[in-house]
């Protein structure tokens, strides 16, 4: 039940991020998003979750850059 919420803010920082022209190659503005990312995960509530924070943050902002046009789309 608490994943939902946390994917749902997790999508909208994402998709409020990559708008920056050219940001994936704006190393500053991926680590502030990896920073927001993580931040979220630490604050969710979901002890597995907060146990691999770094971790999934990490993985998270790798796939966002992979689905960049997606996100932007949907």
């Known amino acids: ?24 190659r704006k190393p500053d503005q991926v680590r502030r998003l990896r920073a927001s990312i993580d931040t979220e995960l630490m604050v969710s509530g979901i002890g597995p979750v907060q146990d691999q924070h770094q971790r999934i943050s ?11 046009s997606e996100l932007l789309r949907s």
């Not at 039940?1 to 994936?24: C, K, M, N, Q, Y």
């Not at 990490?58 to 960049?68: G, I, S």
């Open 1 to 24: 039940a608490l994943l939902d919420p946390l994917s749902v803010r997790l999508v909208g920082i994402v998709r409020e991020a990559i708008t920056i022209v050219d940001f994936w």
């Open 58 to 68: 990490v993985e998270l902002t790798k796939l966002a850059e992979k689905r960049h």
